[in-house]
């Protein structure tokens, strides 16, 4: 009995717990309120190639973008004990960069000025001393993280209008939409791998360097981290720059999804997601230790509750009301007096049953 109840305890407390639950939950209500959201079709495009379609495809799809900011977010919040709300408008500039490098000073290019792949390290370049940019007045200056990066949320979409002066370059490349449509052959979208491949990375460098150690010691006590040789500003300039590079990729799923941008739309209120993500993952908010992969399912589980929103007609400018619920639900069960109260309940359930 005893054992079985210190499992179901090890269960509760596990960080994955709560994300994995929510995404139960979701699957869950979407079967009986629908079955027909679990089908998926095989079709084809307008190229004739193979795609699959469905509503769990458009999680995978969408939701890969939310996962690869929820990585960069995730280092960030742990570090710095903040939100970086300008990725949404940082995305316009990444976006806004690779057409520019790719396109030059026109806009309807009949070939590209330079390998897709040299225009997106540009570009990454450039998003990471935003990144850093972000990190300066962070560390150095002491900036709250949220109002440090109001700056670029204000203005970066005029700053990404500006680098093609406010004009739209079209890209007719079609090599070009493979990274945020399908690659011909394979139908599962490309988002997908990006993603896959984006985890992968960072659990490779979470497994051989001591990134997360030294991400987790600054936001817990960064004067105690400094009296261990560590160096804040450092790691909390860095983990601004990490986030630059997922911003950067998810730039280029953006921009070839429809081989053009809109400076005022893309991703357009992406970066409350990618904070709920971080949330929902069980990560604390204020800084210190987290679950990267409880993060990245949070990303997944945020894009579910927004294809089911979407599926029963709920309108685009009412959806933040309802993610506000989700907010609400994980700010009370997170908060310390509800915590201690579910855990003195526990303990009394465990006593009367040893009695």
């Known amino acids: 009995m005893k054992k079985t109840n210190a499992g179901r305890m090890s269960i509760f407390q596990n960080q994955l717990f709560i994300p994995l639950a929510a995404l139960l939950l979701l699957l869950l209500f979407n079967l009986i309120a629908d079955p027909n959201f679990f089908k998926i079709t095989l079709g084809v495009n307008s190229s004739g190639n193979p795609v699959l379609s469905g509503y769990l495809i458009t999680i995978l799809d969408s939701g890969s973008e939310l996962a690869i900011l929820a990585i960069g977010m995730t280092l960030v919040t742990a570090a710095t004990g903040g939100q970086d709300i300008s990725v949404g408008a940082t995305t316009a500039i990444a976006g806004s960069v690779l057409l520019r490098m790719l396109c030059g000073s026109n806009t309807r290019p009949d070939t590209l000025r330079m390998p897709i792949l040299l225009a997106f390290l540009i570009s990454c370049v450039v998003v990471m001393l935003f990144g ?52 011909p052959g394979i139908p599962i979208p490309t988002p997908f791998f990006i993603a896959v491949l984006c985890m992968i990375i960072i659990a490779v460098v979470l497994k051989v360097t001591n990134l997360r150690l030294y991400t987790q010691a600054v936001g817990i006590n960064e004067f105690s981290a400094k009296l261990n040789g560590l160096n804040p500003v450092f790691i909390k300039i860095l983990s601004c720059m990490i986030l630059g590079v997922c911003v950067a990729v998810v730039g280029l799923i953006k921009v070839s999804r429809i081989s053009t941008i809109n400076y005022s739309v893309i991703a357009q209120n ?71 109260r579910l855990s003195s309940l526990v303990k009394k359930i465990r006593a009367k049953e040893a009695v």
């Not at 204020?286 to 589980?301: H, P, R």
């Open 132 to 183: 850093a940019f972000n990190g300066v007045l962070i560390a150095v200056f002491k900036v709250q993280p949220m109002i440090a990066t109001l700056i670029l949320y204000t203005a970066g979409r005029s700053i990404a209008a500006w680098i093609n002066n406010n004009e739209l370059p079209i890209i007719s490349d079609p090599a070009f939409s493979y990274f945020g449509t399908f690659i």
């Open 270 to 340: 992406i970066e409350m997601d990618a904070i709920l993500a971080v949330a929902l993952g069980g990560n604390s908010l204020s800084g210190g230790k987290f679950n990267m992969t409880a993060s990245i399912i949070g990303a997944y589980v945020i894009q579910c509750l927004t294809t089911t929103l979407y599926k029963f007609n709920v309108r685009s400018d009412a959806l933040p009301a309802y993610k506000a619920v989700v907010v609400i639900l994980l700010v009370v069960f997170s908060a310390p007096v509800v915590r201690e």
